[in-house]
């Protein structure tokens, strides 16, 4: 069995996009796809907007939570994608060379929650095309 490929998505805070990606990434792509998720100065929590949408789609799961750009530095990823532009900005250098790229989200944190749906609706149109292109090629 081939090996998955990884992929990190990349926000500031890790509360809402990266994880709606993470989830979805890994929902509709894990057979070739693994997802992470991390903020360059993570938020701690997730948004529970966001936390509520994907259960609501059975794309949630457990093992999500908010983390530190420090935890996953170490990992080989085959592609890492910024979806905020702050993040794009503060990207960090990833010791194993890796493919950055930037897919970028408006924020629907703190607006109402069809913005939510909209968000995701969006990363999973314009976002998993890309990954699947990128690393599920065959």
Known sequence: MKQKKEVLILCTGNSCRSIMAEALINAKLGDCVHAQSSGVKASGKVNPNAQ?????????????????IETVLESAFDLVITVCDAAKETCPMFPKVVKTMHIGFEDPSGKAPEEYEK???LIENELLSVI???????
Do not use: D, F, I
């Not at 509520?52 to 794309?59: A, H, Q």
């Not at 699947?132 to 065959?138: N, P, Y």
């Open 52 to 68: 509520s949408l994907l259960e609501k789609k059975g794309y949630w799961r457990e093992e999500y939570h908010s983390k530190v």
């Open 119 to 121: 968000t995701l609706s």
């Open 132 to 138: 699947k292109k990128e690393l599920c090629a065959h």
